[in-house]
């Protein structure tokens, strides 16, 4: 079955950084754009980073630009989000997601449990 798993999250100060990975099974990894979304309490969730299918030209959201990067190893099906200069308002619970795009949603069919991502002194 479809399975996306995160790891790398945890507490950091300000200014250090995070690397998170999502291991992906069960379904063609190398045909599917690769998202990175986060969600902080009482906010909605935002689309932090993606990647197309192939790898290459990657997009952000203009409050990580330049200090995150989205990677995507297609031989391990998994993704990355390199994270640096953490802030505090990017602590949030950080969400991988892949798969067909689901129309009446606009997110991709497959979505990972997340990986909290706290930082603070």
């Known amino acids: 079955q479809v399975q996306l798993v995160e790891s790398g999250g945890g507490l950091v100060q300000p200014g250090g950084s995070l690397n998170l990975s999502c291991t992906t099974s069960?379904?063609?990894?190398?045909?599917?754009?690769m998202r990175w979304y986060r969600q902080a309490p009482g906010k909605e969730r935002e689309l932090v980073a993606t990647?197309?299918?192939?790898?290459?030209?990657?997009m952000y959201a203009d409050a990580v630009k330049g200090r995150f990067t989205i990677s995507r190893d297609n031989a391990k099906n998994t993704s990355y989000l390199q994270m640096n200069s953490l802030k505090p308002e990017d602590t949030a619970v950080y969400l991988c997601?892949?798969?067909?795009?689901?129309?009446?949603?606009?997110?991709?069919?497959?979505w990972g449990q997340g990986t909290q991502v706290s930082v603070r002194s």
């Open positions: 069960g379904f063609t990894f190398s045909i599917y754009a």
């Open positions: 997601n892949t798969g067909p795009l689901q129309l009446v949603t606009g997110t991709l069919a497959y």
């Open positions: 990647i197309p299918s192939a790898g290459g030209s990657a």
